[in-house]
């Protein structure tokens, strides 16, 4: 059975009522044995003063007649023989019985004492003083004492703490009550918000506090995560819808072509139509393994990492191809950076048939070093990229209106999938500016 509350409401608030209990509890039984320490310690003060004033008295033989009651009847004095007759007392204790029956010895003449009788509510107690007079076997023993006072004796004081705790406590619990609800309003709202956002509609936002508390934070947070996720949904979205059109073409045509030829086939030319399905074929094949590509690195995958000299990497890449362009290379040996070899292989792949595609005459590799990162650059003389389109170009199956054909343009994955290699290294890839051509600058880590 669950016995704490549920709500953090009610938990801090139970929280806060039992360490005020506790806390105030303490304080209450220290007031109570203070307020009993002084009161007694101050009766104690008058009875000796009494007492000793009476009992030098007796001793010297300068009491005469009754004793005066100089307190005001707070303290009752009396002279009691050995067998407890009482032979002088202050008016108040003058027909009342031995104040105690307790008999100081001769190695001991003077002892304070605290007596009671009587039952609750008509309880009595004394702070009383007994003082033999002398060590004489037959010594009178002079008794004073006073009464305590009666929220001592039947318990009112300690009601009285008592019920100050308890209203404290519960001041304490309604005022924690009131504050953490504030407090949790917010968080409230928050999830209210968060539970009628539906994947549907990803615009809304929960509402944000001022300030810079942890729940400004977190209501900051959340929106921040809700923009992430509306951006990403968006994307897959757009993705999906992009892939099936990027698909459909080569199907529809790798379709059309073998109905025709199943249709008529003595007015088809068999090679022509094998060669046209084949290149069809070919382009699903590409579209399929770049979207497998960006599927594996998008869910970081726990592939085997090694260092890797970006230089000689470069200086092999450039070397396998054969381009009618001029590859000119700047290479800084021993920029070591860690990662997947044909990850880094096929980024640069994708960013030297990129540049390959816009060149006029030339592209230029280099590699070295910036900022204690490892820089490559891929830099070709064509007609460059616009800054506003600097971005766009990064998205899968974007072509720049000059690439729109498929004859100039691939199939518009490859630097998309050259940013989310980039990004699973740690790195960066971006278009920078330069005097003419397109600059692609990516930076990684170095080991």
């Known amino acids: 059975m669950r016995m704490r509350p549920r709500s953090i409401r009610a938990r801090d608030t139970l929280v806060a009522a039992v360490i005020a209990v506790l806390v105030l509890g303490v304080t209450a039984i220290g007031a109570d044995v203070a307020v009993r320490s002084a009161v007694k310690a101050e009766l104690l003060r008058r009875t000796q003063v009494d007492a000793r004033r009476v009992s030098g008295g007796v001793r010297d033989g300068t009491l005469e007649g009754a004793i005066r009651d100089e307190s005001g009847g707070r303290v009752m004095i009396q002279v009691v023989e050995p067998g407890g007759r009482v032979t002088n007392a202050t008016p108040g204790a ?15 003449r003077v002892q304070d004492f605290t007596r009671c009788r009587g039952r609750w509510p008509d309880r009595e107690c004394f702070v009383a003083e007994a003082i033999r007079v002398s060590t ?30 308890l209203l404290l406590a519960a001041v304490a619990a309604g005022i924690t009550w009131r504050v953490v609800g504030r407090t949790l309003g917010p968080v409230e709202a928050i999830r209210a918000q968060l539970a009628e956002i539906s994947a549907t509609d990803l615009s809304r936002r929960v509402p944000q506090p001022p300030g810079q508390d942890e729940i400004a934070q977190l209501a900051r947070t959340a929106n921040e995560t809700l923009d992430r996720l509306e951006r990403a949904v968006a994307r897959q979205r757009q993705f999906a819808s992009d892939a099936s059109h990027e698909l459909r073409t080569p199907i529809a045509g790798l379709r059309a072509n073998l109905e025709d030829a199943s249709m008529h086939p003595e007015d088809n030319d068999l090679r022509g139509v094998i060669a046209s399905a084949l290149r069809d074929t070919d382009r699903l094949e590409s579209i399929v393994t770049d979207l497998l590509l960006l599927a594996r690195i998008g869910t970081g995958g726990s592939a085997a990492q090694e260092p890797i000299d970006l230089a000689a990497l470069a200086g092999a890449e450039v070397r396998r191809r054969s381009s009618e362009l001029e590859i000119v290379t700047e290479l800084t040996r021993g920029v070591v950076v860690r ?12 960013l030297l048939d990129n ?10 590799v280099r ?25 766009r170009v990064f998205e899968r199956f974007t072509r720049l209106d000059t690439a729109r054909s498929r004859g100039a343009g691939g199939a518009g994955l490859g630097l998309a999938i050259a940013r989310e290699i980039a990004r699973a290294h740690g790195g960066t890839l971006r278009i920078e500016d330069h005097p003419s051509g397109a600059r692609f600058a990516l930076r990684l880590p170095l080991e």
Do not use: F, H, K
């Open 94 to 108: 003058t027909d009342r019985p031995p104040v105690s029956r307790l008999w100081p010895p001769s190695n001991m």
């Open 136 to 165: 004489a076997p037959d010594s009178v023993v002079v008794y004073a004492a006073a009464r305590q006072p009666a929220y001592l004796v039947n318990g009112l004081l300690e009601g009285v703490l008592g019920s100050g705790v």
């Open 339 to 350: 990662g997947v070899r044909m990850q880094l292989v096929r980024l640069l792949g994708n």
């Open 355 to 364: 540049a390959e595609r816009y060149a006029g005459s030339c592209v230029t």
């Open 367 to 391: 590699v070295g070093r910036q900022d204690d990162r490892a820089l490559l650059v891929v830099t070709d003389d064509g007609i460059g990229v616009a800054p506003a389109d600097r971005e």
